[in-house]
């Protein structure tokens, strides 16, 4: 089933951030998270495609956004591809409030997604849990 919500404006920009974390993200994720801290590399080619401060106003560099769905869409997919740690933290941290104050959608796109690591347990309890009923 198709989500009305998002325009194809935005899936596009789902585009460009899955392969942003195909290519830029999901080779070094796991050192990162056991580092702590996401590389300066990792930045600066998250600023050239466009990811960063989607909502800072133009004049300071940022995208200008008012869409939370854009920042809805960096939340989904980080936890798609199951990077929704630190890393996810930190580049939410770039959207000012979005994703600590209840009152915008995107901060229940992200609590959803963090959460299901607390439901689920780790990436790898989750893979076994769904493998195991599979094959029953």
Do not use: N
């Not at 854009?70 to 994703?99: I, M």
């Amino acid at each position: 089933m198709q989500r009305q919500i998002f325009t194809r404006e935005h899936d596009a920009f789902r585009e460009t951030v899955r392969t942003f974390l195909t290519k830029e993200v999901l080779p070094h994720y796991e050192q990162w998270e056991r580092d702590g801290i996401v590389s300066r590399e990792a930045w600066l080619a998250a600023g050239r495609q466009g990811l960063l401060g989607l909502v800072a106003p133009e004049e300071y560099g940022g995208g200008g956004s008012t869409d939370y769905r854009y920042s809805a869409v960096l939340a989904e997919e980080f936890t798609r591809a199951g990077a929704p740690g630190h890393v996810a933290d930190r580049c939410l941290q770039l959207h000012g409030g979005y994703g600590y104050m209840t009152e915008y959608p995107v901060a229940k796109a992200f609590t959803d997604g963090r959460i299901q690591t607390i439901y689920g347990g780790a990436t790898e309890i989750m893979k076994e849990i769904i493998g195991r009923s599979l094959l029953a």
